[in-house]
């Protein structure tokens, strides 16, 4: 059975890092490959937001919160997505998800997803 799981979430205070990881349990390694794959937050009363996503060839796309602090990246022979986030502010506190789908703009429409992971930054 395919799953997406998270890990990696915690309370920080202002400043910190944190690193989430997302394994794809049961995903053929073709698929993970060729999947778009992507993170998402939400916080309590927002609508989820992409925080970065990263295509099939590399490509990635990072949300303007976020540009120059997280860097998404993947790791083919683990099926394992990273978020690694610097330079944490209490706005980021949310809910993460890791999502893939076939295309990068096809997360809302067809994508899996995660359970998610907290993430709670303090100042």
């Known amino acids: 059975q395919e799953q997406l799981v998270e890990s990696g979430g915690g309370s920080v205070q202002a400043g910190e890092s944190l690193r989430l990881s997302c394994v794809a349990n049961?995903?053929?390694?073709?698929?993970?490959?060729?999947?778009?794959e992507g993170w998402f937050r939400q916080a309590p009363g927002a609508e989820r937001e992409r925080v970065a996503s990263m295509d099939s060839d590399g490509t990635t796309q990072y949300a303007d919160s976020v540009k120059g602090r997280f860097t998404i990246s993947r790791d083919n022979s683990k099926n394992t997505l990273y978020l690694q986030m610097n330079s944490l502010k209490p706005d980021d506190t949310a809910m993460f998800y890791c999502a893939t789908a076939l295309r990068c703009d096809w997360f809302k429409a067809y994508g899996y997803w995660g359970q998610g992971t907290q993430v709670t930054v303090s100042l």
């Open positions: 049961g995903y053929t390694s073709t698929k993970f490959q060729t999947f778009c």
